[in-house]
C-alpha cells in the first residue's frame, strides 16, 4: 500500500483537511509551539516538533501558500512545521523584495533550495511567475524538492549540485535536513560542485540577465561568491545568511572589503533596506545566536533603484 494521500493546509483561511484526530491535535501543538516560541526566536521549536513527529504516520502536508503555489514536506517536520502558524512568517525580508519585484523580469537562482519554498513561490503568479532554478545538492533534499516542482506543474528547474568556488566533487557533511553542507569534514554522500559562473558556461543562465540570487549555503557562503564574479557583474542581488553566532560578520565582511558589491540589510526598526558601511549595525540587528540572518549584495544600479523604491513605498505606509 503506498503512502496517504497528502494532508491539506490553507494558509490564507486556516483550513485543514484529510488529516484524522490526532493529525489534528498535532497542529493545535504544533501552532501553540510557533506562537509561544516566536517570542525568543523558535528556540527549541525545531526539537520539539520532530519528537512530535516521531508520533505521527509518515505522511505529507501539502501547505497552500497563495492561489497558485502549494509546498509540501514530512508532516510535523520541525524546520517546515512553523507555516502551521498563519501569523509565521518565514524569511519577512527576502518575501519583501520578491513581492516587490513581481513586474521585474528576473530568474531566481535558488542555491541551497532544500525542499524548494522560495522556488515554488517565485514562480507563482502573485510572485510574478518568475523562472526559477532550483539547486541543492542532497539526494533526500532532492526528491523532496523535485516533488514540490511536480505538484506546482514543473514551472521550474531543479539541479541536484553543490555551489562552490569552481567544479569538482565534495561530500556533505550534517544530520539535519535544512544543515547540509560541503564546508564540514564530510562524512556524507559525493555531491558535484559546480560555480555559478559555471551556469552561464553551461547555457543555464544568460551573462546579461537580472537575478535574484539566494545563497543559503550553510558555511560555503565566501566561496559560492568568490565563483560568480561574472554573473555578479550582472543586474544581480545576492541574498546570504549570516548566521547569528557569527560575531565577526564573516560573510558581510567579505561582501563589504573583497568585492565591487553594495552590502544592503534589512533593518528591523527601520523597517528599511538600509546600505551598510558600517558593520557595527549587524552587532544591533543580529539578536539571537541560533537564527541566520540575510543580508544582500549587488553592484547593479537597476536593483539599487528598486531597493530605493520599496524603501520610499515603506516610508509612505509608515506615515
Not at 222 to 247: F, N, Q, W
Not at 251 to 267: A, C, G, M, N
Amino acid at each position: 500500500m503506498g503512502q496517504q494521500a497528502p494532508i491539506q493546509f490553507d494558509r490564507a483561511s486556516g483550513a485543514l483537511e484529510g488529516a484524522n484526530l490526532w493529525e489534528r491535535t498535532a497542529a493545535l501543538a504544533l501552532v501553540t509551539g510557533s506562537k509561544i516560541s516566536s517570542h525568543f526566536s523558535h528556540m527549541g521549536y525545531i526539537a520539539c516538533a520532530n519528537l512530535l513527529r516521531k508520533t505521527l504516520p509518515e505522511r505529507n502536508i501539502a501547505i497552500r501558500l497563495n492561489a497558485d503555489a502549494v509546498f509540501e514536506f514530512p508532516y510535523g517536520d520541525g524546520y517546515w512545521s512553523k507555516l502551521l502558524n498563519r501569523s509565521y512568517n518565514y524569511e519577512d525580508e527576502l518575501e519583501l523584495l520578491f513581492a516587490n519585484a513581481a513586474d521585474v523580469d528576473y530568474t531566481l537562482i535558488d542555491c541551497g533550495a532544500n525542499y524548494g519554498y522560495w522556488s515554488v513561490l517565485v514562480s507563482s503568479a502573485p510572485f510574478g511567475a518568475h523562472k526559477a532554478i532550483a539547486i541543492e545538492p542532497s539526494s533526500d533534499n532532492f526528491a523532496k524538492l523535485s516533488n514540490n516542482a511536480a505538484v506546482n506543474g514543473r514551472r521550474f528547474e531543479c539541479m541536484r549540485v553543490a555551489i562552490g568556488s569552481s567544479r569538482g566533487t565534495a561530500r556533505l557533511s550534517g544530520t539535519k535536513h535544512e544543515k547540509f553542507s560541503i564546508a564540514g569534514p564530510g562524512g556524507g554522500e559525493e555531491v558535484p560542485v559546480i560555480a555559478l559562473d559555471n551556469l552561464i558556461d553551461d547555457g543555464k543562465v544568460a551573462p546579461n540577465g537580472k537575478y535574484l540570487i539566494k545563497l543559503d549555503v550553510e558555511g560555503v557562503e565566501i566561496e559560492a561568491i568568490k565563483g560568480g564574479a561574472r554573473l555578479l557583474e550582472a543586474d544581480s542581488v545576492i541574498m546570504c545568511e549570516e548566521h547569528g553566532s557569527d560575531r565577526s560578520h564573516a560573510v558581510s565582511r567579505f561582501i563589504l572589503e573583497q568585492t565591487p558589491l553594495k552590502l544592503i540589510v534589512y533593518d528591523p526598526s527601520s523597517k528599511r533596506m538600509e546600505t551598510v558601511t558600517e558593520l557595527s549595525i549587524l552587532d544591533r540587528i543580529k539578536v539571537s545566536t541560533h537564527v541566520g540572518y540575510n543580508v544582500f549584495g549587488t553592484a547593479s544600479a537597476f536593483w539599487q533603484d528598486r531597493i530605493n523604491v520599496l524603501n520610499a513605498k515603506t516610508a509612505r505606509r509608515m506615515q
